[in-house]
């Protein structure tokens, strides 16, 4: 990103690097308090922060509007539309009854022994277009149904899907924290997508299916009397579900297609084909995340709406109600795109990375650490990995990092922001509540599962990284 203002004017902030450090941390403490203690929407708090360091910082009056548009405006065009087309995607493999269709085949799949297993492997494809509260709510009837069927422990079976939900959430695009820091970051998505891919299952296998035996043998939580009454509302049947195939090609679909545009990127950069040819740049716009995403929601439509004899009015309602819980999360990331913007243009990015660099910190470190801070100061993953990656930006922008090295820089954000939730997340909420578990209970359940999940991916994030700066 680039202020011309900044360059045309030659302006410079009146504070020092040790005042620029400090507003940061000033404007990130009045984030949090106004957010957790006067309750302000996160949307208006980010905002008003954003004011306010760039008054204190010395932007120009006439710049101070500017330069928070510019933020917002430039992360939108980023995020809006791959979180609203995924979001419309998710909506319309939930309401045809795919997602229950896919995790009764893997539990056929793997047998009854191995359903838990088998459960998790259903929620990571579920997972990619399906946010994870609206995914999860979507799963915990199957999981009480398979639960009772087998006589089993709740924990078995609900905490390797949640941590499945949680793990797509925070380290896959579309979901629009990685989207973000991406965006914020300069990042290939194709790389952290393909980084992404390669966490996913190893972080889950660990913190998701190796833990959820660890709990379920420590703590017993029946399946309740009247099961998931109240808690997911009435479940509904849908008559001649689509076939488990159908759902794995339609999840699969955009993952071949970015993957398509990362791969012909690498080929031209390694002289294998000609980079300014008319078939590879087709190729690659093809693969071009909005556009793979477009191309797989009008597959979806067709395959699960027009050939299943829905008609255009239900399709559009189906769409229609999938955008109304994502505005706030659209709005909210745009919003800490504007942050982030008067942050660039202040300097303070610049600032943090040189001192962290005078302090011997690694970037990549220092990343993962400040996401971690702001993920237990105020609970949001998302809010915790834009705010962190708007503040490191500059100095990642600035640092010279190779394309693969700066998608690890993202999933250390989104490892960092992931790191021990507990009460004042949503999720430690609707994860406890949804399993029966009381708040001692599911501290020691869930917060930890998210701690583990952090610092799993993490060191994994850390090991590739040390592989890539040897090339």
């Known amino acids: 990103m680039e202020l011309d203002?900044?360059?045309?004017?030659?302006?410079?902030?009146?504070?020092?690097?040790?005042?620029?450090?400090?507003?940061?941390?000033?404007?990130?403490?009045?984030?949090l308090v106004m957010v957790m203690k006067l309750k302000i929407h996160a949307f208006l708090a980010l905002i008003i922060v954003s004011l306010l360091t760039a008054v204190v910082?010395?932007?120009?009056?006439?710049?101070?509007?500017?330069?928070?548009?510019?933020?917002?405006?430039?992360?939108?065009?980023?995020?809006?539309?791959?979180?609203?087309i995924g979001a419309m995607l998710g909506a319309m493999v939930?309401?045809?009854?795919?997602?229950?269709?896919?995790?009764?085949?893997?539990?056929?799949?793997?047998?009854?022994?191995?359903?838990?297993?088998?459960?998790?492997?259903a929620a990571l494809f579920i997972g990619f277009p399906i946010f994870m509260d609206a995914a999860f709510v979507l799963m915990v009837p199957i999981v009480y149904a398979v639960a009772r069927r087998l006589g089993g422990n709740l924990l078995a079976f609900g905490i390797p899907v949640a941590a499945a939900l949680s793990v797509m959430h925070v380290y896959l695009p579309p979901h629009p924290g990685p989207v973000a820091a991406t965006a914020f970051l300069?990042?290939?998505?194709?790389?952290v997508l393909l980084l992404g891919l390669v966490l996913a299952f190893p972080t889950w296998y660990v913190s998701g299916h190796l833990w959820g035996k660890v709990v379920s043998n420590r703590f017993r939580i029946n399946v309740p009397e009247t099961a998931f009454a109240g808690l997911t509302g009435d479940e509904e049947e849908v008559e001649n579900p689509p076939a488990p195939w159908t759902i794995m090609l339609?999840?699969?679909?955009?993952?071949?297609?970015?993957?398509?545009?990362?791969?012909?990127?690498?080929?031209?950069?390694?002289?294998a084909v000609d980079p300014d040819s008319t078939i590879v740049q087709a190729m690659r716009m093809l693969g071009e995340t909005p556009i793979a995403l477009l191309i797989t929601a009008l597959f979806t439509v067709i395959v699960l709406g027009f050939r299943r004899g829905k008609s255009g009015t239900t399709i559009e309602k189906t769409m229609d109600n999938a955008l109304g819980p994502v505005c706030a999360v659209i709005?909210?990331?745009?919003?800490?795109?504007?942050?982030?913007?008067?942050?660039?243009?202040?300097?303070?990015?610049?600032?943090?990375?040189?001192?962290?660099?005078?302090?011997?910190?690694?970037?990549?470190?220092?990343?993962?650490?400040?996401a971690v801070a702001l993920r237990l100061a105020q609970g949001s993953a998302t809010v915790a990995l834009t705010t962190a990656a708007?503040?490191?930006?500059?100095?990642?922008?600035a640092g010279g990092f190779s394309?693969?090295?700066?998608?690890?820089?993202?999933?250390?954000?989104?490892?960092?922001?992931?790191?021990?939730?507990?009460?004042?997340?949503?999720?430690?909420?609707l994860v406890g509540r949804l399993l029966d578990m009381d708040v001692k209970t599911t501290l020691r359940v869930w917060t930890v599962q998210q701690a583990i999940e952090s610092v799993v991916a993490f060191a994994m994030v850390l090991a590739i990284y040390g592989v890539a700066t040897l090339f």
């Open 250 to 271: 339609i999840l699969i679909l955009p993952l071949i297609l970015i993957l398509l545009n990362t791969g012909f990127d690498a080929l031209g950069s390694v002289g």
């Open 403 to 429: 394309p693969f090295e700066t998608a690890c820089m993202v999933l250390a954000l989104a490892a960092g922001s992931v790191f021990a939730g507990h009460v004042n997340d949503s999720g430690f909420w």
């Open 94 to 121: 939930e309401t045809s009854g795919g997602a229950r269709a896919l995790a009764e085949w893997m539990i056929s799949l793997f047998g009854e022994k191995r359903a838990p297993f088998a459960l998790g492997v």
């Open 57 to 84: 910082a010395g932007i120009p009056a006439g710049q101070v509007v500017p330069t928070m548009l510019f933020g917002f405006g430039d992360t939108l065009s980023n995020v809006a539309l791959l979180v609203a």
């Open 186 to 191: 300069e990042a290939n998505l194709g790389y």
């Open 390 to 397: 708007a503040l490191v930006a500059p100095g990642i922008i």
């Open 5 to 31: 203002w900044i360059e045309e004017t030659g302006w410079e902030s009146w504070l020092g690097a040790g005042g620029l450090i400090t507003v940061a941390v000033v404007a990130v403490a009045l984030l």
């Open 331 to 370: 709005l909210i990331t745009g919003a800490g795109g504007m942050f982030g913007g008067v942050l660039q243009a202040t300097g303070i990015g610049d600032a943090l990375a040189d001192s962290l660099s005078d302090l011997g910190i690694p970037l990549i470190l220092a990343a993962y650490l400040i």
